[in-house]
């Protein structure tokens, strides 16, 4: 039986102007491929809709599904969730570096395409989890609800939410809110 070769994230960061975005997951480099419209929307819509809160009252930073992270190393997991949030006192002191940030976000959003594997889909969420993520948000914009996922601990806890449902950041984004119904506004009936 051959090896695997492991990669870093070092060996990430040595790919020439890739195509295509990448992520390690345990040391194996994923494509990332584009995204549909309406992935762009709902990601773009909950974007908005965070950046007003979270600006506002100065409780961090945002990112967008180009930003890393790397959360593990030996070997090494390096995502980019669709959107991200890290508060303002877990940011590195004197602000962003042109690096990889080397820390969980609070707050990880995964919008679903066509493409989505359930199971992968639960790996992730579960490695967001068990690598310091406090929430995970998973929106399916083709059946129009988000499935939130949090731990608390060594507990973790999902809840569905439709339409109907307000969002609620909990105690990783404090004080944010928006009816779900808005982030699929653009979207077809």
Same mark, same amino acid.
């Given at each position: 039986?051959?090896?695997?070769?492991?990669?870093?994230v070092?060996?990430?960061?040595?790919v020439p102007?890739p195509?295509?975005?990448?992520e390690?997951r345990?040391?194996?480099?994923?494509?990332?491929?584009?995204?549909?419209?309406?992935?762009?929307?709902?990601?773009?819509r909950?974007?908005?809709?965070?950046a007003?809160? %979270?600006?506002?009252?100065d409780?961090? /930073?945002?990112?967008?599904?180009? *930003?890393?992270?790397?959360l !593990?190393r +030996?070997?090494d997991?390096?995502?980019?969730?669709?959107v991200?949030?890290?508060?303002?006192?877990?940011?590195?002191?004197?602000g962003l570096?042109p690096r990889?940030?080397?820390?969980?976000?609070?707050?990880?959003v995964?919008v679903?395409?066509p493409?989505?594997?359930?199971?992968e889909?639960r790996?992730?969420?579960?490695?967001?989890?068990?690598?310091g993520?406090?929430?995970?948000w998973?929106?399916?914009p083709?059946?129009? %609800?988000?499935?939130?996922?949090?731990? /608390?601990?060594?507990?973790?806890? *999902?809840?569905?939410?439709t !339409?109907? +449902?307000?969002?609620?950041?909990?105690?990783?984004?404090p004080?944010?809110?928006?009816?779900?119904?808005?982030?699929?506004?653009?979207?077809r009936?």
């Open positions: 039986m051959g090896s695997k070769t492991l990669l870093t070092d060996d990430l960061l040595r102007q195509d295509l975005p990448h390690l345990r040391g194996v480099l994923r494509l990332v491929t584009p995204a549909i419209s309406a992935h762009g929307a709902v990601s773009a909950l974007l908005v809709a965070l007003q809160h %979270i600006y506002t009252h409780l961090g /930073a945002l990112f967008t599904a180009e *930003a890393g992270f790397i !593990e +030996d070997p997991t390096l995502l980019c969730p669709d991200a949030f890290v508060s303002r006192e877990r940011l590195p002191a004197g570096e990889f940030l080397e820390l969980a976000p609070d707050l990880a995964e679903l395409t493409s989505s594997r359930p199971g889909v790996s992730k969420v579960a490695d967001y989890l068990r690598l993520v406090r929430a995970v998973v929106i399916d083709a059946r129009r %609800i988000v499935r939130s996922h949090s731990r /608390a601990g060594r507990r973790t806890s *999902a809840v569905h939410l !339409e109907d +449902d307000m969002l609620d950041g909990g105690e990783a984004v004080g944010f809110s928006c009816r779900i119904a808005e982030l699929f506004a653009d979207l009936r």
